[in-house]
Each structure stands twice: as C-alpha cells, then as structure tokens.
C-alpha cells in the first residue's frame, strides 16, 4: 500500500496526473481492504494535491474534506496541516476567501503542534495574504510581521525580504510612510549584499511610496 502510496506520489511530481490517480486509487483500495486509516487519510491528502495541479478545484476539495476528517480523528497533525492546507489553496481558488483563511489558520496551529517553523510561516504567510487580498490591513501588518519574526529564527533571507516587501506595501496603504520607507531601504541593502535586482515587488512599492508623497 505504501508503496502504491509513492509510486501515485511521484508521478504528481512528475507531471504524470491521470497515472498518479490510478496509482492512488488502487492505493486508496488497498487501504480500505486493510483497515490502514494512516494510509487511507495520507492517501486522501494526496489525491487532493493531485486535483489541485489540474486545477480541478472542487475535487481538491472533496478529497481534502475526507482527509481532513480522517486525520482529525487518527490525531495525525501532519496530516491535518497537508489537508487543511490544501483545502485552504481550493478555497482561495474558488473565490471563497473566509474558509481559505479558515483552513490555513488551522494548518497554522498544527504546523505550531509540530514545532515546524517552516511550515508555520507559510501558513502565517497565506493568512497574511488573504487578509490583504480583503482589505483587512491591520490584520494583514500582523501576520506579516509575525512572518518576519519566523523567517529570523529560521535565517532564510528570501523569506525575510518577502515579509519585508510586504509589510512596505500595507504600510503605504495605511499611511504609514516612514515606515513603508523603512522596510524598503532593509530589503533593498539585502538584495544589494546579495547582487540581486530588486524584484517587480519592491519597485511597485517604491512607485506607491513615491506616489503617496506626492
């Protein structure tokens, strides 16, 4: 069954989506023959990653919903963070922001239960996105900066300079100048010490900034 589990697995990596369902539906079979609940929900969670390549949104979120389900009962975190987040991806595909934030915000507490610190700022991340995508800029600021915080602790610099990018943008929205100039100058001596050009990001922000002050 596991081996089935990563066979279907695979072949989503490689592209090779209508292979990988049958990979995983016979792996999904196999499971309930067995009474393997691990593998039936890990299974799930798969095949809900798989529709979402094909951006085939409303069967994401089917297969999600079970696995959800499923991994909530066998008290599987990860699990249950792997399904909540895709869920959360569907929903925001689908134009339903309050369950996508819902869902990333629940894949946010049990990425914290893992102690993952990655995982967690990817879903503070998407939170943070949605919330500027609705206009909620406080809450936006929040997360953000809570994504800033995780992205230190961890030391990755591209996840710094993009919490940095987008906590100058909801700082020009909100007025808050001298702070927006603030992050940008911090992103801009990092790209700087790295060589790299400023992304598409930075310079629309830049454009905002100046904008804002006439």
């Keep these: 069954g596991y081996v089935l589990r990563m066979r279907g697995f695979l072949a989503v990596r490689l592209g090779a989506i209508p292979e990988a ?3 995983l539906l016979e792996c999904l079979s196999f499971a309930q023959t067995h009474q393997d609940q691990f593998l039936e929900a890990s299974t799930a969670v798969t095949l809900g990653w798989a529709a979402l390549q094909t951006d085939h949104f409303d069967e994401a979120v089917n297969w999600s919903r079970i696995a959800y389900k499923a991994a909530v009962d066998l008290g599987a975190d990860n699990l249950t963070q792997a399904a909540s987040g895709n869920l959360g991806w569907a929903y925001f595909q689908l134009g339903d922001d309050d369950r996508a934030l819902e869902q990333f915000l629940e894949a946010e507490k049990s990425a914290t239960r893992l102690g993952n610190l990655r995982d967690e700022l990817k879903w503070i991340n998407n939170a943070g996105a949605i919330y500027h995508d609705t206009g909620d800029s406080p809450h936006a600021a929040q997360y953000y900066r809570r994504a800033l915080d995780l992205a230190k602790q961890i030391d990755s610099k591209e ?16 007025g808050k100048l001298d702070e927006a100039n603030g992050y940008l100058d911090q992103v801009t001596l990092m790209k700087s010490a790295g060589g790299n050009l400023l992304s598409a990001h930075v310079l629309l922000t830049q454009g905002m900034l100046a904008a804002a002050r006439h």
């Design 21 to 23: 369902k049958q990979q």
């Design 159 to 174: 996840d710094i300079a993009y919490a940095l990018e987008d906590l100058a943008q909801v700082s020009v929205e909100t």
